[in-house]
């Protein structure tokens, strides 16, 4: 799979859902703008020491995407990083999305998987975070389906943004109308909607979970993240969740006194092990269940 400073032969332990770059200060203020590389290479570097390989950012086109800085990163860190093409949610769509056709917006993400982003070398590997607001605007739809053509096309996976957990199952029924293998999609920030009966629906499906805002505390209790991944590894869905932070503001960061990446290893799965879970359970999670979607 391509990484941002090449092909690479295996993920290893992975954070499935990172932004390094991402600036989204335009509709909410100057700590949604993740321009301290100083500070995110801290991060990395103690993800790194923590035993992680790769991170998959999922920032694309309108979000604040910057592939150079990105780049520098993965080499400063030797931490691999995964790109992502595509489109993110209403209200942080370029007028592109509302102006050119499905077709047309197909073409740009399968140009940046297949040629390379912003005129570099550097090549997406997937899809993503292709959000719903609270109800699916048009522009979403649209911006669904051409993910869907350029997936069918390309091959590579997808992963979604859910507003609080919320929609998943219109998500994935959407892209499965629309063509696409449910085994190559994550359902993103489920962990944000603590329904049990609604985890087993979506996994139902074939895709995977996405527990990836792991620390965001202010929307759900981590106690409750852990609670919850553990009650499904033991109901026989370990295999389709995978985890990450989301981390999205500098106020995140270890250096401007935030949890920092690394809470995830430090604090949050402990919190697993103390509900039952054990070594093999985590590595699934972090390892396996990456791989298995990147290589399916």
């Known amino acids: 799979m391509e990484s941002v400073l ?52 999922v920032t694309n086109i309108g979000m604040g995407r910057n592939i150079e800085r990105m780049r520098k990163l993965s080499i400063q860190s030797g931490m691999n990083v995964i790109a992502s093409t595509g489109y993110y949610k209403s209200p942080y769509l370029p007028s592109e999305v509302e102006q050119l056709s499905v077709e047309q917006l197909c073409s740009i993400m399968e140009l940046e998987i297949t040629k390379g982003i912003d005129g570099t070398e550097i090549k997406a590997a997937l899809i993503g975070e292709i959000g719903t607001s609270d109800q699916m605007t048009d522009s979403e739809k649209k911006v669904f389906e051409a993910a869907a053509l350029a997936h069918l096309r390309t091959g590579v996976p997808i992963y979604t943004h859910t507003t ?30 603590p329904d ?46 995978l985890l990450s932070l989301d981390i999205t ?21 402990p919190m697993l092990y103390e509900q039952g879970l054990t070594s093999q359970d985590v590595d699934r999670l972090l390892i396996d269940n990456p791989s298995a979607w990147f290589l399916q």
């Open 6 to 57: 090449g092909n690479i032969t295996a993920l290893g332990k992975t954070l499935a859902h990172e932004h390094l770059t991402i600036n989204l200060s335009f509709n909410k203020s100057d700590d949604s703008n993740l321009n301290d590389d100083l500070a995110m290479l801290e991060d990395l570097k103690d993800l790194k020491a923590a035993g992680v390989d790769t991170i998959i950012d």
């Open 249 to 269: 503001r500098k106020s995140h960061l270890k250096s401007y006194g935030g949890y920092g990446h690394v809470y995830l290893f430090e604090k949050f799965i």
């Open 196 to 241: 049990m009966e609604y985890y087993k629906r979506v996994a139902d499906y074939g895709c995977y979970m996405g527990f990836d805002t792991v620390g965001k505390i202010s929307y759900q209790p981590d106690e409750i993240r852990a609670k919850n991944i553990a009650a499904l590894v033991k109901l026989g869905f370990g295999n389709s969740i």
């Open 164 to 193: 609080l957990g919320k929609l998943g199952i219109e998500q994935i029924e959407f892209l499965i109308n629309n063509g696409v293998n449910p085994a190559k999609v994550v359902i993103g920030h489920l962990d944000l909607n």
